[in-house]
């Protein structure tokens, strides 16, 4: 849907592949470590920690500033927190957050929040960039790391060119310093994608300024840490380079003879785009040698740079709706290609699926259209290149929210049938919290001689006539305002309903 939008058939891809080149020495596969302390920096094709450790991206996008909400979408569902919750322990440890220039606009507020029975009480009243303040806080304390990804000049459309007639050049870099300076001595945001996927007419080290994205991103890049000179600056390729076309910002083939050069040395990382059919056709699927064939191209078009060492790529956007054998194939084989943590650790590629959100209409994304329920088969997909979650940190919170949600559950006992033998009953679990709950317990008792004789989608304990159920391997993880049941059989009939209590783990 939103993606669709913004998103064109890209050209056909030419059929030439470069030569081959050879793989530089790599540097020893080292363990991704689970810590990711402070600023990070780049060495070689590597991303490290403030204490030099290496540091694996394997996160998720989370859209929705950069469109007419001014704000995430799924707010109108779940509280931010317990959306952060699920996002980390659905083993994401990088959130990659689209926005557009118009939510530095002043008094931009965001639109379609949900503030019913408590959820997202701490946005009340805050604008945009408040409320991004409020996510990039609670992220940071949870241990999640942010990207902030500059993808739109407003939230109509995307561009081709980093600038519009309304947002010049020098209107998106002073966003980008106000926004990198911001967050400056929060070491929650790592870092800053310049622009999203320039495409044709820009360019890469052709020489003109009013196309050559290579030079605009020296430009921003330069800028931005002017500001803040700690940061990652990501850089998108662009879609054609020499004559051969790829993806919206895929195409970094100009970088073997044009790399970006910045001020501060080791902040440089590269951000290709990568996408199966459900977005648009490519020469390359419809090759006799798919899914064979995809290492060379995304050799040719990105992965060189990571194997000769010359810089961290990072995969900032891939996905599909999984609906065909041909996406399902390119998935596989993509995310073999990223190289699995448990044989690489973090000397890998770098990379953040598209998306959390389940509204974007030509991949869909991690969560079902609910904004509950995690596609288990899209996400089991990613489970070999997903990283250890970074150390928590301070992520610049505030007083006004203690930055934890609060773990709450509520037990509600239906009688569905009773033949005075013995009688079948319903319990309905709902996570009446502000946060993810990864586990329950229910407790009943009963006043009479009642026994259970048999249990579904729970398991149980009896002592006399006290009860306690507890959730299933499948149904223990519930969001904010989620629900499960489980049924039993009891004997003898004719009790009355008990009283039920709830426990969240």
């Known amino acids: 849907m939103f993606r669709s939008l913004r998103r064109a058939l890209c050209a056909a891809a030419a059929a030439l592949l470069l030569p081959l080149i050879p793989l530089a020495a790599a540097p020893q596969a080292q363990a991704a470590d689970a810590g990711g302390a402070g600023y990070w920096h780049t060495s070689g094709r590597q991303i490290l920690d403030a204490s030099g450790q290496p540091v694996r991206v394997a996160g998720i996008n989370w859209f929705g500033f950069e469109t007419s909400n001014n704000v995430v979408h799924g707010l109108w569902a779940r509280d931010y927190k317990s959306m952060i919750d699920q996002i980390r322990t659905t083993g994401y440890n990088t959130l990659r957050i689209p926005f557009s220039d118009d939510i530095l606009k002043p008094g931009a507020m965001p639109g379609s929040i949900d503030f019913s029975a408590g959820k997202n009480a701490y946005l009340q009243g805050l604008t945009s960039l408040q409320v991004l303040d409020k996510i990039v806080g609670y992220a940071g304390r949870t241990g999640v790391k942010v990207i902030l990804d500059r993808h739109r000049p407003d939230g109509a459309g995307q561009s081709a060119l980093w600038y519009t007639a309304a947002v010049p050049e020098s209107t998106w870099i002073a966003n980008l310093k106000s926004i990198a300076g911001r967050y400056a001595g929060n070491p929650a945001v790592v870092g800053i994608d310049l622009h999203n996927e320039p495409h044709d007419p820009a360019c890469w080290g052709c020489g003109d300024t009013t196309r050559d994205w290579r030079l605009a991103a020296q430009r921003a890049g330069n800028a931005v840490l002017s500001v803040n000179p700690n940061l990652l600056i990501f850089v998108e390729g662009v879609q054609t380079f020499d004559g051969v076309s790829g993806w919206w910002g895929g195409n970094l083939m100009g970088v073997a003879r044009y790399p970006v050069q910045l001020d501060v040395p ?26 064979a064939n995809m290492p060379g191209i995304w050799d040719k078009y990105w992965g060189y740079i990571f194997k000769q060492n010359i810089a961290p790529v990072w995969v900032g956007e891939f996905g599909t709706t999984l609906q065909s054998t041909v996406d399902q194939k ?31 209409g030509d991949t869909g994304g991690i969560l079902k259209d609910d904004w509950q329920t995690v596609d288990t088969a899209k996400d089991g997909y990613l489970t070999s290149v997903k990283a250890p979650g970074f ?46 709950i990864g586990s329950w317990k229910v407790t009943w008792t009963w006043p009479g001689s009642q026994k259970v004789t048999s249990m579904w989608n729970a398991s149980y304990t009896q002592s006399g006539s006290t009860v306690t159920a507890t959730n299933a391997a499948h149904n223990g993880a519930l969001a904010a305002g989620g629900s499960a049941s489980f049924g039993f059989g009891a004997a003898p009939g004719g009790g009355s309903v008990p009283s039920v209590s709830c426990t969240a783990g």
């Open 330 to 360: 390119w998935l596989a084989a993509l995310v073999d290609y990223l190289r699995p943590t448990s044989t690489y650790g973090a000397d890998s590629f770098h990379w953040t699926f598209w998306s959390w959100n389940p509204n974007s």
């Open 391 to 436: 150390a928590p940190g301070t992520g610049g919170g505030d007083p006004g929210d203690p930055g934890g949600g609060t773990a709450a559950c509520t037990a509600a006992y239906t009688v569905g049938s009773d033949w005075g033998g013995g009688f079948n009953a319903d319990v309905k679990v709902t996570n009446t919290g502000t946060t993810a």
């Open 266 to 291: 080791n902040r440089v990382v590269y951000s290709a785009h990568d996408y199966a059919t459900s977005v648009a056709q490519q020469s390359w699927f419809s090759d006799p040698a798919f899914p």
